[in-house]
T-cell receptor, first 115, second 113 residues
């Protein structure tokens, strides 16, 4: 069964550094998402992406964050200048189409630790 | 805005006992509801979903959930717990044109031998 893959599984970065989290969505999926889960808290929506542009973003997704689909397979989340509070598990997800019905398929996540 | 509340952050059952994980939602429009499971060091795996139609939804690994509009609930059940069911379970509602998921806090299921 096709899977969403995320790399790296764990990223340790110094505060203030830039970090790029990578995701390969399922190949025939058109909608892509990033979520994050701070330790002990609920999974939170960050951003959705369709047709090479952001379709929706949350209040968390400020100017420090950006997403890109640089080629036909990768989907990346960049944090420009990391803060301690960016430490979290980041999940990428994809769905065949957008909308409320199709389920989202999640990767195993990248654990981001900011020192 | 839609929201999801999961009652009980931790649930402990004995192997073979009934599993009941509670989820209540708030929505001004017909909700699309999901249950996901997260095993240690893994991502979120879809257990089941409710969109329209039959209110009793069957999922993987013997789980099922019933959508009750009058109670705004979507509780997850399994007749007989197995040790391998120990994991964290998330209820979620899909919102808006993009289908972004709004998650509950999660419930950790412990299964005792």
């Amino acid at each position: 069964e096709p899977e969403v893959t995320q790399t790296p599984s764990h990223q340790v970065t110094q505060m203030g550094q830039e970090v790029i989290l990578r995701c390969v969505p399922i190949s025939n999926h058109l909608y892509f998402y990033w979520y994050r889960q701070i330790l002990g808290q609920k999974v939170e929506f960050l951003v959705s992406f369709y047709n090479n542009e952001i379709s929706e973003k949350s209040e968390i997704f400020d100017d420090q964050f950006s997403v890109e689909r640089p080629d036909g397979s990768n989907f990346t989340l960049k944090i420009r200048s990391t803060k301690l509070e960016d430490s979290a598990m980041y999940f990428c997800a994809s769905s065949v189409t957008g909308g409320k019905g199709p389920p989202q398929h999640f990767g195993d996540g990248t654990r981001l630790s900011i020192l | 805005a839609q929201s999801v509340t999961q009652l009980g952050s931790h649930v402990s059952v004995s192997e073979g006992a009934l599993v009941l994980l509670r989820c209540n939602y708030s929505s001004s429009v017909p909700p699309y509801l999901f249950w996901y499971v997260q095993y240690p060091n893994q991502g979120l795996q879809l257990l089941l979903k409710y969109t329209t139609g039959a209110t009793l939804v069957k999922g993987i690994n013997g789980f099922e959930a019933e959508f009750k509009k009058s109670e705004t609930s979507f509780h997850l059940t399994k007749p007989s717990a197995h040790m391998s069911d120990a994991a964290e379970y998330f209820c979620a509602v899909s919102q808006g044109n993009t289908g972004k998921l709004i998650f509950g806090q999660g419930t950790t299921l412990q299964v005792k031998p």
